[in-house]
């Protein structure tokens, strides 16, 4: 398995699966991985000719009250699941790649983020689909894989894939669930018993 970090690396590996004629997925994550993003993985592997998974933690995506700093990462972990459930590739591009002194251009969803998480987290969205789009422009997938449990950041991606002529599918993968119901995310580590309940 392959683990680039900077977009002219990812571009031209898929630049190749696709003169190839190979098809490719993709899961773009914030790490700490768990079994909610296995199954986008699976599900990546499995309807293409291979499979990229992106880790890394979005700083444009957290307001600055939120928990940026504290956010898991379990990098090394993150890889060997991605290896086990069948990953070609791992897009792994540090801030300073992402956004160079002097970055100044963002991609704003207008209307469909005006509600729920948006509303409650200013910028959020933007943060988002900003770095969506530069992760599809690395690694140029076939189809991006999304999950349910996201599902304002599902419409949006959705939205904003057509409307950008981003030529790629949007898959919804059902939400995995804990035990108890609640739905799988690297942020319950943070619930106490009672929150969680
Ligand atoms: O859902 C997430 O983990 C993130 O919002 C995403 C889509 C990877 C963008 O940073």
Known sequence: MKVFDTPEEMRAWSMERIREGKTIGFAPTMGALHAGHESLMRRSAEENDVSVLSVFVNPTQFGPNEDFDKYPRTFEADCT????????????????????????????????????????????????TTVVSKLLNAVLPTRLYLGQKDAQQAAVLRRMA???????????CPTIREADGLAMSSRNRYLSTEERE
């Open 162 to 172: 057509r409307d950008l002529d981003f030529g790629v599918e949007v898959v919804v």
């Open 81 to 128: 699941l991605a290896e086990k459930t069948g990953q070609q590739a791992v897009y792994a591009p540090h801030a300073r790649v992402m956004y160079p002194e002097g970055f100044a251009t963002y991609v704003d969803v207008e209307r469909l983020t005006a509600g729920l998480c948006g509303a409650s987290r200013p910028g959020h969205f933007r943060g988002v």
